[in-house]
């Protein structure tokens, strides 16, 4: 199925295609469902501590509607939050969420999407790949920056100090079409990054991504990424268990 599918360096043909499937894709990975939330609070924090803090909050719920309306029945409480958080709180969450990842999107397009030629392909140890099918539509991309994100650094230390001289990479805008998806081209793109890394003489690559994306974790552990660290991108984030992920591949 993926013999029709070439990998070939980006030209300037391809740009809005590229930026248009970066940007949609990268927004639309973060998005969660309702019950989506409540999946994520639970495995977060375990099924008891989960209990106990949602009957803890029923409670206080309780006695502060019994102080207001004189309403003391836990179960008619119950009732209440829980529509008020299914209905109000978890779709403003959502909102919330999607919010970041379209700003987050488009301040990638800003900095490196809007002129790819000039930030990957103008030295020659970065690049900037496309997967093209038999019409020349872009199904699917990949890049390799020459540099270890700032963020990342920190987190490395135990593996890797890029002061000793030790080249590292990053993977970044892996995407591929959601209607190519399965047919063995993430890999594909992932593996032209990695012989390219090896090619110059990178030690190691890196990338980041979130929790919610599974498929992307998925994929980076089928290419010989291990995750080496995670962390909390803000305090409401915690209470959920969705944290920004650091993996890394030694070469
Ligand atoms: C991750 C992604 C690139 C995978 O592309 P793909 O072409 O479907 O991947 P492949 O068919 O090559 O699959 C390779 C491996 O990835 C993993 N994988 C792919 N899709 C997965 C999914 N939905 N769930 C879990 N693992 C998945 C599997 O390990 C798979 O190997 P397998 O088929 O032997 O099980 C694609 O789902 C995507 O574009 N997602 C959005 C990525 C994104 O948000 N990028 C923004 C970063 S800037």
């Not at 209990?51 to 803890?56: E, K, N, P, Q």
């Not at 309403?71 to 009732?79: D, G, K, L, P, T």
């Not at 890029?162 to 990479?169: C, L, P, R, S």
Request: charge should be positive; proline fraction near 2%.
């Amino acid at each position: 199925m993926t013999d029709t599918i070439k990998i070939v360096q980006f030209q300037d043909k391809y740009k809005d295609q590229v930026v248009d499937l970066v940007k949609r894709e990268t927004a639309a990975n973060v998005g969660v469902k309702r019950l989506k939330w409540i999946t994520l609070f639970f495995k977060r924090n375990g099924f008891i501590v989960s209990t106990v803090y949602v009957g803890t909050t029923v409670y206080i719920f309780n006695f502060l509607l019994s102080l207001f309306i004189s309403q003391n029945n836990i179960f008619v409480s119950a009732i209440i939050l829980a529509s008020f958080i299914f209905f109000v709180i978890l779709p403003q969450l959502s909102k919330k969420l999607a919010k970041q990842a379209v700003h987050y999107s488009e301040s990638i397009a800003e900095n490196d999407l809007d002129d790819i030629k000039g930030t990957y392909l103008s030295q020659d140890d970065k690049n900037f790949w496309v997967a093209v099918d038999e019409y020349d539509n872009v199904c699917g991309c990949v890049s390799l920056s020459n540099q270890m994100p700032m963020e990342t650094q920190y987190h490395l230390g135990k593996y890797i100090k890029e002061n000793d001289g030790i080249k590292v990479a990053e993977v970044k805008r892996m995407v591929v079409n959601p209607n190519y998806r399965r047919r063995g081209i993430g890999i594909k793109l992932c593996n032209e990054a990695i012989n390219f890394a090896k090619q110059k003489n990178f030690r190691a690559i890196v990338n980041t991504t979130v929790t919610l994306n599974q498929p992307l974790i998925g994929l980076y552990k089928k290419a010989g990424f291990f995750k080496v660290s995670s962390f909390f991108f803000q305090v409401l984030w915690k209470v959920f268990g969705i944290q920004v992920e650091v993996y890394l591949k030694l070469l």
